[in-house]
């Protein structure tokens, strides 16, 4: 499996351990925060937000699947390796499905249960995905 990936991409130079584990806690944060913000958004009055958040209309940016599919591309393609690349999409995607859906369900009051099954999907398909790219 090593020697497949391998030839995809290859590792030119080895990071320490203590970096692989800043970045992927660094990357699982970056996935809480903008959860929040996405849910809040999403639960917020467009009344109630500041003029220059609802005139950039970030609430309807946040709420598409094609941007957090440019995120995980992007995480992916910074990735080292493919194996790191996997590791890492999958805790931003971890990051941001729990905290949007925690929010959702203790903050906000509801749980969209089809909506959050097709997103731990996506979660679980995500690091097959961030292999090949």
């Known amino acids: 499996m090593n020697k497949f990936l391998n030839n995809i991409r290859r590792v030119n130079k080895q990071i320490p351990l203590s970096k692989k584990v800043f970045c992927s806690i660094a990357i699982l944060l970056l996935g809480i925060v903008l959860g929040i913000i996405s849910k809040f958004l999403d639960t917020t009055p467009s009344n109630e937000l500041p003029f220059i958040i609802e005139s950039l ?13 440019l995120i995980a591309v992007c995480i992916s393609i910074y990735s080292n390796s493919s194996i790191r690349a996997a ?6 995607f971890v990051g941001m499905v729990t905290s ?34």
């Open 57 to 69: 209309d970030f609430r309807n940016f946040l709420g598409r699947l094609a941007i957090w599919i």
């Open 87 to 92: 590791i890492n999409v999958f805790v931003f």
């Open 100 to 133: 949007y859906y925690l929010y959702s369900k203790f903050i906000a009051g509801f749980f969209p249960r089809s909506y959050a099954m097709t997103w731990f999907g996506i979660t679980a398909i995500s690091p097959c995905s961030s292999i090949f790219t």
